[in-house]
């Protein structure tokens, strides 16, 4: 029996009235986070300097994805190109959490720069999932979720989603994970996969936990140009569901996997069972949102991915023939086969020529999706649906997938992300979530009904 095994309120009530011995927790955290890791690979690195725990936090241990940058530590985002690379700096949402007295407890595994969805394009082994290892962690924050999910101990998981990396391991891992409004949230220190599209987020057991991680790492930045002039707050939810009117898009029920739609629609009548009413809407532009979606990513990252050249960070080799040499050199083994093709793909999407024809067309596409989005929350309070179209997956199923039946799993989750709407996903099956999408900078309102349904699941 761990005694530790304990909810992140808990550990706040106890640590304040002085009933935790620090130093015996953080030892047996520690060795258990070790031990999951070297079963599960959950880690990229364990933080071994512990610290004197403080208020607010009491060193609550807090795990940061590796594409986050963290000061001492290595920040690879899941590739062999940024191998030893130690950032002299921290995230600001890092080192919010360390103001607050969180302790960095280590790196999450996850996928090469975010790209994929089962954390399988991982240079630092391919995380399984806490509750059936032949089963994938989702992706890319893999790690983030699995460890969440395997070492019980009170814990919150810093992450990040570009297209669905915060909703797609929570669902699988069955865990809770909120996507934040695009901006509420710092990218400063964030090794970014695609500008316009990636935020950072929080994983978690219960929403308290996410709540209380997001009055941490919220709000205005001056070092991210497109931080929102947001003031940081105490978040507060109001988990009753009288008057909360949910809108279901028929597209997203489309192609489920069976034992996801009667999940998902067993959650939608518990909540209309307990004061909230839902209507069947329509969201007609949902088709055209991978296609977008994959277009504006690509493009995005392939020129992000340009300073990956062995010179300034990570991964180098020995200076030998002209730059082009040097760099073909370094990226051939430090590029993993996901991220080459992300490279070609990005870079054919913005040749000269082809750029009206694509980008500025998937460009023009991601306005009708928000458009689509802001005429359903001009009527309703937040969108239900699930979180991915089939439960996780196992690892036998998703080598017999193509790179396309790859991206088509993300089907669910692209159109919040592309819109930059919150969203969160709570358990509600076997490596299944319920997906509560709102309106921007209506986080309390998805958390408030995310809570209001844990707490009926119980
Ligand atoms: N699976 C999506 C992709 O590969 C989303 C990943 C993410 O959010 N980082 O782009």
Redesign the pocket.
Known sequence: MNKYDLSVTEFLRQSHSGNIDYNDFIINYLEALKEFDKKLRLMQCINEKTIRPSSDLYGLPVTVKDNICTAGMQSSAGSKILQGYVPPFDATSVARIKDAGGFIAGKSNQ?EF????FSTNSAYGIPKNPHDPERSCG??SGGAAGVIAAVPFPQIALC??????IS?PAAFCNVTGLTPTYGLVSRYGLID?ANSLDKIGLIAKRVEDIVLGLSIIAGHDKRDSTSLNVQQKQYKINSSLRGVRIAVPKEYFENLDESVEKSVWAAIKLLESNGASYQEVSLPTTKYALASYYII?TSEASTNLAKMCGMRYGLHKPLEGNFNQYFSAVRTEGFGEEAKRRIILGTFARMSGYREQYYMKAMRVRTLITQDFKKIFAKHDVIAAPTMPTPAPRFAEIEKMSALQNYQM?VLTVPP?HSGIPHISVPCGDFIGLHLLGDHLQEEKILGVAAAYEGLRK
């Open positions: 996928d975010g790209f994929g969805t992706g890319s990040e989603s570009t297209g669905g990396s797609s996969y990513a993300d992300n």
